[in-house]
């Protein structure tokens, strides 16, 4: 537990140091890791935590984004306000649409998200009543503003407001772990008939894992539309989606340092690669199956302790 | 109803095109439970390997078996390059990974998912390619009002044809006992002596090979093929798989029909823009009242 603290303090202190001595495109890189790290770990409370497919996520992304995108341009309303608002709607969505589906298994879970997701995709395409501004999306999103003269508006800004909201949401969610909820998460991925035998709501738990995961990816997208200024459907597509799926699987399903390490990998092998140019997906499609050959628990698997281990 | 008529042929044109795409994943998933995320860009890759052999070995090709005999070598040879792939696929990607489970084999078939899609972007370039029309059987018939191509009923028997055998195979054959066998049981299959190998060899060279083929006679179609297509057939077919009832051999087919008129008829009675999200909406109220596919047989929960 304190060598955990150890290691928490320097990654800690790195990271302040960090955007102060490196060039503004590493700081945006970071940042946008950062992006990744905060829904690889929504995410993670859908398919690492209670073991349920959701190849739909960028759909919850995409909630947040645009009604922080459409609510800020229409009404004025600050991005700081919306934050909460847009973690809000994307939950709300998910109870909405989840509700009815909940109940299916493994892979028509899996279709049904996918499903979902393409029609979130396609409606915004369609621009619906004039709102979403069809394939262009919608641009002019302001700045986040603190209060006063205080304008979150350079990379470095950007990079410590997306990372301060990672911190905080990593806290939650060890806690969350660790909490009888988390238990009984993990009880019905091991075994559903069991965890329904000893009296877990298999039902409720399942929903509410889809709605703190959207809700948190819903509040990632709200720093994304800030941060571009703009969003257009193309950002959130079924290929998104999926690198979602992989941060998880790459990193360890249900492990929370193991999700921050895949989305490095997954944000950061495109820029170091780039000087491969049209080779580089190729190698990054040959990377992913690698690494199932190698470590197929994922680079920092979960640990298990105390009454859960095996 | 003349548009309903209309579209109704079209639809099962384009279903039969899902059909037998979709009847890749369900035998695969069949025998491995692994939604095989590959197995729309291995139909991407038959398309342009028809393409090639089309457009590059066309003219030596045509005096040797005139048209239609040029466009059945196509179809052919993409389908066993096509079966090729797949099989090294699975010697490849799936083989030393699926002892470890069944979510890292999820991972590296997204991974060859990605490598396939980018793999046929470095060979044949990103732009789109068109399949030369003095390959494509022209003509049609006028039956009152509406009207049915010669390459539409090409299409439909052939793909009836294959879907015929391949049915015969699964369900009339002492083979195709072995592979519903193992699809019901892969471990006591085994100890019954059933060749597992042989088996997973089947399904991923059959699978692929009908996708392969099938990207020929989509090519021939649409004309137009590009690399990101295989998502595009991929996810439909896979739809197919679902609301049919997955790793069932009719079921996947009478999938792929269903979806195709589905969307035909989306298109011509609601907006061509939102018929995918009509298909998807037909898709989630199927399962919701039927949680396993239209004919998903009635499994018991296992304790």
Known sequence: ?310 | MLTFVQQLINGLTIGSFYALIALGYSLVYGIMKLINFAHGDLFALGCYVGYTLLVWVSASLTSLFGIWGCLAVGMIVAAIGVGGAGILMERVAYRPIYPAGRLPAVVSALGVSIFLENFIMVVWGPRYLAYHSSFIPAGYWQIGSFRITVLQVVILVLSFILMGVLYYIIEKTTFGAAIRAAAFDRDTAKLMGIDINKIIFFVFSVGPALGGATGVMVGMYYRQISFTMGWVYGLRAFTATIMGGIGNIPGAMIGGIILGILEMLGAGYISAAWKDVFVFVVLIAVLIFRPTGLIGEKKAEKV
């Open chain 1, 1 to 310: 537990m304190k060598k955990n603290i150890v290691i928490f303090i320097i990654v800690a202190v790195a990271l302040c140091i960090f955007p102060f001595v490196a060039s503004t495109y590493l700081v945006d890189v970071v940042f946008f890791f950062g992006i990744y790290t905060l829904l690889g770990l929504s995410l993670n409370i859908i398919l690492g935590e209670v073991g349920l497919f959701d190849l739909g996520h960028a759909a919850f992304y995409a909630v947040g984004a645009y009604t922080t995108a459409i609510l800020n341009t229409r009404l004025g309303i600050p991005i700081f306000v919306l934050l909460p608002i847009s973690g809000i709607a994307a939950a709300a969505f998910a109870w909405l649409v989840c509700s009815p589906i909940i109940h299916l298994r493994g892979d028509y879970l899996c279709i049904v998200t996918i499903g979902m997701g393409e029609i979130v995709r396609i409606a915004l395409l369609n621009d619906p009543g004039g709102l979403t501004g069809g394939p262009n999306g919608v641009f002019g999103i302001e700045r986040p503003i603190l209060g006063g003269p205080l304008v979150i508006e350079s990379s470095i800004a950007f990079y410590f407001l997306i990372w301060i909201i990672v911190g905080l949401s990593i806290f939650a969610l060890v806690r969350l772990q660790n909490s009888r909820i988390g238990r009984a998460w993990n009880c019905i991925r091991e075994d559903e008939v069991a965890a329904e035998a000893t009296g877990i709501d298999v039902r409720s738990l399942k929903l509410l894992c889809f709605i703190l995961g959207a809700g948190l990816a819903g509040i990632a997208g709200n720093v994304y539309a800030s941060k571009m200024m703009c969003v257009s459907p193309e950002s959130f597509t079924f290929m998104d989606s999926c690198m979602y799926f992989c941060i998880v699987l790459l990193g360890g399903s249900g492990s929370i340092p193991g999700t921050i390490i895949g989305a490095g990998a997954i944000s950061l092998f495109p820029e170091i690669f780039r000087s491969l140019a049209k080779y580089r997906m190729l190698f990054f499609g040959v990377a992913m199956v690698a690494m199932m050959y190698f470590r197929p628990g994922g680079l920092w698997p979960r640990k298990r302790g105390g009454l859960g281990s095996k």
